[in-house]
């Protein structure tokens, strides 16, 4: 019951039995991948206190919860190969697929379906990340970062920068219409905020990518 409830926690139990045929591969393959994840953790003790007392749907919900508060508290280089990882399972998915995960709207299924679609070291790697930023929110260390509208004044600064004329037209055209955004430009437009804040200088890149995390919790 123990690793039930802590698998709970990750998001995967009760998505594969109502998922369709061709996603119960994929959400199987993202539990076994959890699964691993659990037994790779250096402080297990302070994961499994998290969840002490607490049935698995509600595990789900704070582990979910926890893991999106945490992000923020990662590394520069750990947000680096998150949004690498992010960029290589969204350029996988379909466009309506990807539109959705643009706007926030795609289900926890989705998103797992998604990262499935990552090879098996890749996989094991996102699920490491989540862990850690599981972990670090439960300890409440490293300090989390606290964005202000300032931090994103300067993001949408420095985005375009990396830009071409062509592409910083587009994004500025997508993000003043977003509500009313195909799918297509919708993706383009979430995936181009994770391309462009990589392409920065590091100090510019770690500050991007930290209020790009920052937002994600804002709507998580």
């Known amino acids: 019951m123990r690793w039930m409830v802590l698998i709970a926690a990750l998001g995967l139990l009760g998505a594969v039995p109502s998922a369709a045929s061709a ?14 994840g659990l037994g790779r953790l250096e402080e297990p003790a302070a994961f499994e206190q998290a969840f002490k007392g607490k049935t698995q749907e ?19 280089e750990d947000l680096k190969y998150r ?10 998915a379909d466009t309506k697929t990807c539109g959705k995960w643009s706007r926030g ?6 998103v797992i379906a998604m990262i499935a679609q990552l090879d098996s070291v890749a996989l094991d790697d996102w699920v490491d990340l989540s862990l850690r930023a599981t972990v670090a929110e439960v300890r409440q260390t490293p300090a989390a970062f606290a964005g202000t509208q300032a931090d994103i004044a300067k993001l949408f600064e420095r985005l375009p920068t990396t830009m071409t004329e062509k ?3 587009r994004f500025h055209t997508v993000m003043a219409k977003f509500d009313k955004a195909s799918p297509k430009d919708a993706c383009w437009f979430g995936r181009q905020l994770y391309v462009s804040a990589l392409a920065l200088k590091p ?10 995390a920052w937002l994600e919790t804002q709507s998580s």
């Open 23 to 36: 996603q119960k591969g994929e959400l199987a393959r993202y539990q076994r991948a959890a699964i691993r």
């Open 203 to 212: 100090e510019e890149r770690d500050h991007a990518l930290r209020t790009l």
């Open 83 to 92: 949004a690498e990882l992010l960029l290589d399972f969204t350029g996988r």
């Open 167 to 169: 592409e910083s037209e």
């Open 105 to 110: 709207g795609v289900s926890g299924e989705e």
């Open 58 to 76: 509600e595990a789900r919900a704070s582990g979910a919860q926890l893991a999106a508060r945490g992000m923020v508290r990662l590394s520069a």
